[in-house]
């Protein structure tokens, strides 16, 4: 058996385990396609996209227009880019707006030996010969799903290039290897991500691929919003939501002097859970936001410094 097909088993199985809809295996985070390992194969009598359904709410704390704004780029079908710093909401958007609108999500974590097989798809040799299995992106031009594909500057601009045809007026898909063009489903959205602070010029996306796109900014919340979100999703108090808020808002005064990137509403969360279970605010201070995001010892004094200003 060879890796993808131990791959495709594997994913396979976690898939039968899963009562429909109802476990932590049909979660839409648990929803990612690992771009390298298509799959994609339902079982027997279930339809392509139902283990993609987002099937409770996700929480989404809205912080300006974005879901409006979505709302009607959808209703045209237009590929939408979601740029911001890491751990600010982006994913959290996307799989929000899915339930929402009621539509499938195909997220697919881009990285750089990504090729393009993998997103659209290839044969499979198995014992009854070959068989052609769809990537995440041909199953989602295909049967209508919105498919999301994360940290898009991470795959080499060959790759990217396979979404231009679905993302202008011809909505489609060509399988080369398959000799099959795809006409997208009137239900397929492609949407992307990345961090513009991370890219380089060589991780840059092309112009003619960016001009396809409609874009939203994403950033941390101001305070209160942050908070709410943090005491929301750790249950710790609000009070306390608010220190780690002010610790964070420190460090990202320090981004460029010395901090490639401030404290994310991500690893707010992280302390906050630990303080919610009991651990003593300075040790989950120290554990999930100092000691993650630099080994310069001055910097993490200077951290710990704004951590004991607050606990
Ligand atoms: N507006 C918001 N409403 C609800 N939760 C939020 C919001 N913003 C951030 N979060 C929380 O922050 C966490 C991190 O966000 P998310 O994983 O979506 O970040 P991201 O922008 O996709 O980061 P990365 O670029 O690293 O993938 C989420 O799991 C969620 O708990
Ligand atoms: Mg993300």
Redesign the pocket.
């Known amino acids: 058996m060879n890796t993808l097909t131990r791959r495709l088993y594997a994913a396979r199985a976690q898939q039968a385990a899963a009562p429909l809809g109802a476990t932590t295996g049909r979660m839409p ?1 648990a929803a990612t396609t690992p771009a390298t390992a298509a799959a994609t194969a339902a079982p027997a009598g279930e339809h392509p996209l139902a283990a993609y359904r987002v099937t409770r709410e ?6 300006g227009d974005e879901v409006a704004l979505y709302e009607a780029a959808y209703s045209v079908r237009m590929p939408m880019m ?1 740029k ?13 707006m899915a339930w929402k609108l009621g539509k499938p999500l195909i997220t697919v974590a881009c990285h750089e030996d990504m090729t393009a097989s993998d997103l659209v798809g290839r044969f499979l040799l198995d014992a009854n010969g070959t068989r052609w299995q769809d990537g995440p992106l041909a199953l989602a031009a295909r049967y209508g799903a919105i498919c999301y594909l ?2 898009v500057v991470e795959a080499r601009q060959d790759t990217t290039v396979v979404i231009h045809p679905l993302t202008d007026k011809r909505r489609m898909l060509p399988l080369e290897k398959k000799g099959e063009v795809i006409e997208a489903h009137p239900d397929f959205q492609l949407v992307i ?3 513009p602070g991370y890219q380089s010029l060589m991780k840059d996306l092309k112009q003619s691929t960016k001009q396809r796109f409609g874009a939203l900014d ?1 950033d ?2 101001e305070h209160e ?2 908070a709410e ?1 943090v005491a ?2 750790s249950g710790v108090d609000l009070e306390t939501a608010k220190k780690l808020v002010h610790i964070a808002e420190r460090s990202r005064n320090l981004k460029g002097h010395g901090l490639d990137e401030g404290l ?3 690893m707010l ?1 992280h302390a906050a859970s630990l303080i919610a279970q009991g651990v003593a605010p300075l040790a989950a201070c120290r554990v999930a936001l100092v000691r993650p995001i630099t080994d310069d010892a001055d910097m993490r004094d200077a951290l710990d410094a704004a951590v004991t200003t607050y606990f």
């Open positions: 985070t996700p929480y989404w704390r809205a912080v979601l911001g710093p890491t751990g600010c909401g982006k994913t959290r958007f996307v799989e929000y994360d940290e991500s990345f961090n994403f941390y919340p919003v942050e979100i929301h999703e994310s509403t991500r969360i």
